[in-house]
């Protein structure tokens, strides 16, 4: 295991040079309200994971981006159908992140959880489209 416990210099350029400094810049904690499902905290809990560990493989921390995203795509359709609202068109096709957000935030008073919202659906969707040039 010692062999896989070895930091990574990538994060030298970043200023980094310890752990705590580490910890301390790119460790990122769960904050829950009491009624977040069992399975997201959980996941998520991996999310921190990946995070903690790409200190010795800074990869890691692409998977913890992407991990996150699809997780809180995954929050946003259960918030969704929790407050009622199909996930789905009448034609039957998935609604896409924009159509759901859009509809869980039309109420003026998440005004500023909609620009947030918003902005994790554009860098969803630019990690999406790097992946895709990577791919090909």
């Not at 890691?60 to 159908?81: D, G, I, Q, T």
Request: aromatic share 14%; charged share 30%; proline share 2%.
């Amino acid at each position: 295991m010692e062999n896989y416990k070895i930091f990574d210099t990538a994060w030298e350029p970043l200023g980094i040079d310890s752990e705590v400094s580490y910890i301390k810049r790119f460790i990122i904690k769960g904050k829950f309200h009491p009624n977040v499902p069992k399975r997201i905290i959980n996941e998520f809990e991996t999310v921190e994971y990946l995070m903690a560990f790409a200190y010795y493989r800074i990869e890691l921390y692409n998977e913890a981006f992407n991990k996150c995203m699809r997780l809180m795509e995954m929050s946003l359709k259960l918030k969704a159908k929790q407050i009622g609202i199909d996930t789905k068109f009448q034609n039957g096709k998935e609604k896409n992140l924009n159509a759901l957000i859009n509809e869980i935030c039309q109420n003026s008073y998440y005004v500023e959880l909609k620009n947030q919202l918003d902005w994790f659906r554009k860098l969803r969707n630019m990690e999406k489209c790097i992946q895709k040039k990577e791919a090909i």
